[in-house]
């Protein structure tokens, strides 16, 4: 329940700032081409190292490559609220994407392996009500947020949350 409550708490972050990504680029300077590029890092790094990732989880384990991803959010958040320019904000956004491909088949490892078979699917389910609730929730924190205090309060959240997320997972997966 741990892993499912942290992810929780992570992508509501995540989703309160990322639907509206292409304004704090654009904020930053970024053109419609740089904004394109960014995404297409994210997917790219995203997607393409969730198979290096599950690799790395069945050689170490499962828990490392969680902690340190989100060890990792809040160095990004860090870089995110000193960044003045589009290119450090996408480094930035692209490490964290990086971290989250990595640690994303863990998560998954380790809902299957801390479960009895039978209580399985309901683990499943409660970690994808969980996630796709951050996911939903988000954006309409990011809505009332964003205009009152910027993108800069939301990514000191995200040290925040991050910093709770971590200690819970260090201390308690």
């Not at 741990?2 to 992508?11: E, R, W, Y």
Request: overall charge neutral.
């Amino acid at each position: 329940m741990v892993l499912s409550i942290t992810v929780f708490l992570i992508d509501t972050i995540v989703s309160s700032w990322y639907m509206v990504l292409p304004l704090y680029l654009e904020d930053l300077g970024a053109r419609i081409i740089e904004i394109g590029l960014c995404y297409a890092l994210i997917n790219i790094t995203w997607r393409g190292l969730q198979f290096p990732g599950g690799l790395l989880s069945d050689k170490i384990g499962r828990k490392s490559p969680i902690v340190l991803s989100t060890f990792t959010f809040i160095l990004c958040y860090s870089a995110l609220t000193l960044a003045s320019t589009w290119a450090v904000a996408t480094l930035a956004i692209t490490i964290f994407w990086v971290f989250s491909g990595l640690q994303h088949p863990a998560v998954g490892s380790m809902i299957a392996e801390s479960v009895e078979e039978q209580g399985r699917p309901r683990a499943f389910a409660t970690y994808s009500f969980l996630m796709n609730l951050g996911w939903a929730v988000g954006p309409l924190i990011g809505a009332f947020l964003i205009p009152l205090y910027g993108f800069q309060m939301l990514f000191c959240f995200g040290i925040t949350i991050g910093g709770v997320c971590f200690l819970a997972q260090l201390l308690l997966l």
